[in-house]
């Protein structure tokens, strides 16, 4: 059985930083395409990051709104994911979710995600 769990997020300042893992267990996900994804109350599961490794090349993906502020990782060894989050804003408040593809897919299409975690929360205060 596939399995992704986050672990990492919590309550914090705004500027202050948290660092999310996923662990990955029933199969590897090296050169998959994984993702993070957040989502609040009042709005639909939106995109933060993502993150593949093509032909030995790793690639890495933001939203705008994260850009600059957070960074998408994998320790392969380990099969886990992380984003390192920076400068966050109370606007950065959700669940957030991390996700894999078993097969090549574009990073914007979550339907095409095959594995979810429960996700996180991450709370920032203002």
């Known amino acids: 059985q596939v399995r992704l769990i986050e672990s990492g997020g919590g309550l914090v300042q705004t500027g202050g930083s948290l660092r999310l893992s996923c662990a990955a267990s029933?199969?590897?996900?090296?050169?998959?395409?994984m993702g993070w994804f957040h989502q609040t109350p009042e709005r639909e599961r939106e995109f933060v990051a993502a993150?593949?490794?093509?032909?030995?090349?790793?690639?890495?993906y933001y939203s705008d709104s994260v850009k600059d502020r957070f960074t998408i990782s994998r320790d392969d060894a380990k099969n886990t994911l992380f984003l390192q989050m920076n400068s966050l804003r109370p606007e950065d408040t959700a669940v957030y979710f991390c996700?894999?593809?078993?097969?090549?897919?574009?990073?914007?299409?979550?339907?095409?995600?095959?594995?979810w975690g429960q996700g996180t929360q991450v709370t920032v205060s203002s």
């Open positions: 996700a894999a593809a078993s097969s090549s897919i574009h990073y914007l299409d979550q339907s095409k995600y095959t594995y």
């Open positions: 029933g199969r590897t996900f090296t050169r998959a395409v």
């Open positions: 993150i593949s490794t093509v032909t030995g090349v790793t690639y890495d």
